[in-house]
Every structure is written in structure tokens, then in C-alpha cells.
């Protein structure tokens, strides 16, 4: 635990009543937060290293895999068509588990039972690559949550989690990211906590990781035991996100400190 | 996953509490700390003991950086790069990350420009040094300080 | 697979000077980092990066830790006439990784 976020996250403590949602007329990505330089490096792809990710994605787009020997573009096509605006209205219900899938998993629910590959684990970097390659094709889309009532609960839940607070500092999600999203902790802007940017390439990993991976950064920072890669509270979670995103644009491959 | 802590930062006496597993990780180990060259004693390795003169090289690096991981720097050098005058190398120095050396650029009068642009990893906060070698063995320099903050959140070693 | 990834300008007039970046993903293990059971990371870096215009070496640079995870370098070079770089990073084993890039010179 680093102690300017203990330090700062007391102080977070005592100012906060209860936490409102933000009004959408003040929704902004995370990226308007940044410093010139690191906005700089997101902006232009030459200098993305996210960017080196979404290239091993379309290779692996175009690479037969699995006990099928079908590659991804064998059944899709052109990713840049049969992708586009795909990664914006994810998380989705689906209806081989009756439940809600993320991005990721879908992906390799795809490899497993189309390709008959095996499973790739989250975060490792194929998946990664992968996500972001089909993410990447729906830049500057908007946000766009599926209106779909077998979502309805799962989403609730996700908000019901993020307002609830966790771990021994004792802050729910929202207490930082709805309350005090001007606030800075420890030298970084806090943010609305938008998924707009995922997967992101963050300075402080030196490669790029999922939401999922973001968020338990968050939880391990107060001090609560993170859910697991791909649980149903994650994905509960990246849907009540993806609501409270609506609208924003895709920016993946996203660059954070 | 990430089985080690993304830890370059030596800056905070080199020790880091790791969050949730409790570890204590030492970053650097300081016997190591205490042999690197310093920053002047690196300039002169590449000199090889010229003296090095102020101007001609412009080195701009953010004054505060969000993280030291990846900080971005340009060198630009005042240099008319034909083949009769022109910059020859740009050496890049630290002063306190465990070693002193970042990186050396061979141009020659093809670059027909004096400026790299690059990222370094900056252990802390310090002072940075570009020195620039010219094609009639002269040698230029600049400096420049950069404050490094942290980010907030930190991770577990699952 | 690719994971490199280099911006050369596709056209350009003889005698321009154009703008080259190039990056590739790799780790740049520094050396100085524990793993968890506190053991040292072993270093393993990119430890050279060079680039060459039509078989000529342009440009090269030597790297040190220092240098950042999937090290980004943007430099120049006069265009001359139509033809391939060929960017080459070299490792601490001397595992060479390569990517080229065509330019028409008008």
C-alpha cells in the first residue's frame, strides 16, 4: 500500500456525504484527465505502444488455430467491418450461459467452441492482443449498452457493487469516482472511471492489461480483496460502467499513467 | 499475471510495501546504488575527457511526469548536418537511477535533422544530461530536472 | 507474429527530410527488479536498435536500462531514392527482431 493513497483516501473519508451520480452533461473520458504527454503519446499511433498489441491481435486474426485449423477471419472477414461498433455494446447477454459476457470472454468463447482452441487465460498476451484488435475497430464509436432486459439485473448489481463500500479504507467505487472525481491521489487525476480506453496501455505496468485488471488496482488500493479474472461481480461491474459511459467514444487502445 | 512489481522506483530508499501479500520488496540492491558512476563521471566516459561546452543542444523533457516509466524526451541540436558539420552522436545521462547511462544515438550528416525523440524510465526525481558529439569533435550539452510523481492505485502479485 | 511496429512516410521528394519512428514490444527486463520469492529479475533488454536506408546504416542507437518497456525511438533521415529500411533491434542474447517499410522518392 503506498502511503500517499492511505494519506489522501482518509482525508477522502471525511468529506464525503452520499455520492451522486454524475450528471451526464459532465461525463468526460478519462483522457481529458491526463497530462499533454501522456495524451500526446495515446494520440497518435506511432507513438501508442497499445498500439503494438492491437498488431499482434490482427495477426492473430488471420492465424488458423484449434483442432478446426479456422482462423477468426476464416468465419468474420475483415475485422475492420465485421467488428466495428462490436466492442461498444459489450458486456452482452449470452444466451449459451444465460448470463452476461464481456468482451474478452466472448472472444474466447469464440476460440473455444468455433476454433476448438483452448481457452486462453485473461491476461495473457493473445487475449489482450485480441481485445484490443476488436476493440480497436470500434474507435470513436460511441458507447452504446445493449437495451436488453435479461441484462437488467446483472446491471444493477454492478451499480449496487461500485456503491458499496470495500475493503479496510472502507470507500465504495463511487465514493472516489462519482464524489471526487476532481481529486487528485497521490499525483493522479482520479477520474470518472470510464472504460472508454480498454485494454489500456499503463505506464505503471509497462505493458497493457483489461478493466478487469484496472479495477482490481483499484480494490487492492483500498485494501479489499479483489473478485476474480472473469468473475460475475467483474462483468457486473463492466456493464453498470458501460451505463454510465453511454455516449462517451471508444478510444482503445487508451494510454494511462 | 504480473509475477514481479513493476518497480523501478529506487527513489524511496529503495524499500516498497507491497499492498494485500505484505512483502517487502527491495527494489535495488545498494551495493550496486553506491558503485554507479556519477553523472559527471559518465559525461566523461563519453567525452573521453573533453571539455564539454553549454549551448547549441536543446533537451526538453516534461518539468513533472505522471510516472517514471515512460518519459518522454526530445534532443534537438543547433547543427546544419552536412557532411563537413554535423552531429555525430547524442548521449542521454541520468543522475540516480541505478546506472547512468540511457542511451546513445549515432546520426551523421543523413539524419538532415539534429533531433531524437525517445522514452526513459526515471527512477526518480533528478537531472537528466543530453550531450551532443559534432563531426569536428567538439562536444555541446544541456540539462534539464524533471520532478516524478506516482500513480495511485498499486496492485497485488496475484 | 508482428509486434513491432514502424512509421516511415510512404512518398517523399528527394532531398526531404523525413520523420521515422519506431517501436517494438519487449519488457526491457532492467535487472534490478525482485520477483516475489526475492530472487533478481535477470536483465534482458533490447541493446541495440539500427536502421538501414537501401543497405546503408542511417541510423543506430545503443540502449541501456534505462530505456523505457517497448522502447520508442523517432529520428530522420534525407530521402534519396525509392527504396526499403530495414529496422533491426538486437538483445542481450543476440536475438535479432527485424521490420521494413518502402518509400517512393520522387
Keep these: 500500500m503506498r502511503f500517499p493513497l492511505a494519506f489522501a483516501a482518509a482525508q477522502l473519508c471525511a468529506g464525503i456525504a452520499v455520492a451522486q451520480e454524475i450528471p451526464p452533461s459532465e461525463r468526460r473520458s478519462g483522457t481529458n484527465f491526463m497530462s499533454a504527454e501522456t495524451q500526446a503519446i495515446q494520440a497518435d499511433d506511432g507513438s501508442n505502444p497499445g498500439m503494438l498489441w492491437v498488431l499482434q491481435g490482427g495477426s492473430l486474426w488471420d492465424e488458423p488455430a484449434g483442432a478446426s485449423r479456422r482462423s477468426c477471419a476464416s468465419c468474420h472477414g475483415e475485422a475492420a467491418t465485421s467488428m466495428r461498433g462490436v466492442a461498444a455494446r459489450y458486456p452482452a447477454f449470452d444466451a449459451a450461459s444465460g448470463a452476461s459476457i464481456d468482451l474478452a470472454g466472448k472472444i474466447d468463447q469464440c476460440r473455444m467452441t468455433r476454433q476448438h482452441a483452448t481457452s486462453l487465460p485473461r491476461e495473457s498476451e493473445e487475449l489482450l492482443g485480441l481485445t484490443a484488435y476488436v476493440g480497436h475497430q470500434s474507435r470513436g464509436m460511441p458507447i452504446a449498452p445493449p437495451d436488453d432486459a435479461r441484462l437488467d439485473a446483472a446491471r444493477a448489481e454492478g451499480k449496487r457493487l461500485f456503491q458499496t463500500r470495500m475493503g479496510q479504507l472502507d470507500l465504495s467505487c463511487s465514493s472516489c469516482h462519482d464524489a471526487n472525481w476532481r481529486g487528485r491521489l497521490g499525483g493522479s487525476a482520479v477520474t470518472q472511471a470510464h472504460p472508454t480506453g480498454y485494454p489500456i496501455y499503463r505506464l505503471e505496468w509497462q505493458t497493457i492489461g483489461s478493466l478487469q485488471r484496472r479495477m482490481r488496482g483499484c480494490m487492492v488500493g483500498v485494501r479489499a480483496e479483489p473478485f476474480a479474472y472473469g468473475s460475475a461481480e467483474f462483468v457486473a461491474l463492466e456493464l453498470y460502467l458501460a451505463e454510465r459511459a453511454a455516449g462517451l467514444a471508444i478510444e482503445t487502445p487508451a494510454v494511462r499513467p | 499475471m504480473s509475477v514481479a512489481k513493476h518497480k523501478f522506483r529506487v527513489g524511496r530508499r529503495g524499500l516498497i510495501l507491497v499492498g494485500g501479500a505484505g512483502l517487502l520488496v527491495l527494489a535495488l540492491p545498494p551495493a550496486r546504488a553506491l558503485t554507479r558512476p556519477s553523472l559527471q563521471e559518465a559525461v566523461n566516459g563519453f567525452t573521453g575527457g573533453t571539455p564539454v561546452e553549454t549551448g547549441k543542444v536543446k533537451l526538453d523533457v516534461p518539468p513533472l511526469v505522471e510516472n517514471g516509466n515512460a518519459v518522454g524526451v526530445t534532443v534537438t541540436v543547433e547543427s546544419p548536418m552536412t557532411a563537413g558539420d554535423h552531429v555525430r552522436r547524442i548521449a542521454l545521462f541520468n543522475e540516480k537511477n541505478p546506472q547512468a547511462d540511457v542511451a546513445v544515438f549515432t546520426l551523421g550528416s543523413r539524419a538532415g535533422r539534429a533531433r531524437i525523440a525517445t522514452r526513459i524510465r526515471l527512477a526518480t526525481s533528478q537531472t537528466l544530461i543530453a550531450v551532443a558529439e559534432l563531426s569536428d569533435g567538439s562536444y555541446w550539452s544541456s540539462s534539464a530536472n524533471v520532478i516524478v510523481t506516482l500513480a495511485a492505485c498499486i496492485e497485488d502479485l496475484s | ?106
Design chain 3, 1 to 106: 507474429m508482428s509486434r513491432t511496429l514502424v512509421s516511415v512516410p510512404k512518398t517523399a521528394r528527394a532531398g526531404e527530410v523525413i520523420d521515422i519512428r519506431a517501436m517494438i514490444a519487449h519488457p526491457m527486463e532492467t535487472g534490478y527488479r525482485m520477483g516475489p520469492n526475492g530472487q533478481a529479475i535477470p536483465r534482458k533488454i533490447i541493446r541495440h536498435f539500427a536502421c538501414d536506408y537501401d543497405g546503408e546504416e542511417v541510423f543506430s542507437a545503443e540502449f541501456h536500462p534505462a530505456m523505457s518497456a517497448n522502447p520508442f525511438v523517432a529520428f530522420s533521415t534525407v530521402a534519396t531514392k525509392t527504396g526499403t529500411l530495414t529496422f533491426r533491434w538486437t538483445d542481450d542474447d543476440g536475438k535479432v527482431e527485424t521490420a521494413s517499410a518502402e518509400i517512393a522518392v520522387s
